[in-house]
């Protein structure tokens, strides 16, 4: 049996292999933005709610 040849250089990656590992990296760094997004929404919950929100309504008693 012959052995499968190594690849030359490591820029010779099979173009499926290379398409999965594009996206994976693309699927990490999407989740690594979320992350970041929910942290800073735990941090602080109402800095993204605008001002104009909840100053414009008028309580009357």
Not at 4 to 26: E, H, K, M, T
Not at 32 to 38: D, H, P, T, V
Request: aromatic residues 14%.
């Amino acid at each position: 049996m012959d052995q499968p040849v190594p690849p030359v250089s490591w820029l010779d990656v099979d173009v499926d292999l290379g398409f999965a590992l594009f996206f994976l990296f693309l699927l990490c760094l999407f989740l690594f933005i979320a992350i970041i997004r929910c942290a800073q929404t735990v941090v602080d919950p109402y800095g993204a709610i605008s001002t104009s929100t909840y100053e414009g309504e008028q309580i009357n008693n």
